[in-house]
């Protein structure tokens, strides 16, 4: 049976996450809070936050960013795109 979660970014029940997606307590309530599809509006946001910032995420500052954008992201007020940003054109 799948992992089921009420997830907090969509705000309903959904699938969850198959595996804990990053180490340590973050991860955990990622794993008990979000699901596949909130992770994958996480990875959208987090490409765009690398890209925008030119981010190198070996980096242990970039990792640092990247992790309380992702904490921001799920349990607070949310992720915001850097200013002036104009997302591609489909």
Do not use: D
């Not at 309530?29 to 070996?58: C, D, F, H």
Request: aromatic letters at 12%; a positive charge; one cysteine or more.
């Amino acid at each position: 049976m799948a992992h089921r979660v009420n997830c907090v970014l969509l705000k309903r029940e959904a699938e969850g996450l198959e595996r804990v997606p990053y180490p340590g307590e973050l991860g955990r309530r990622i794993y008990e809070n979000v699901s596949k599809e909130g992770w994958a509006q996480w990875l959208r946001q987090q490409t765009m936050l690398i890209n925008e910032y030119r981010l190198t995420p070996i980096e242990p500052k970039a990792r640092k960013f990247l992790e309380g954008e992702m904490e921001t992201f799920f349990f607070g007020a949310g992720s915001a795109a850097p200013e002036g940003y104009q997302p591609p054109k489909p």
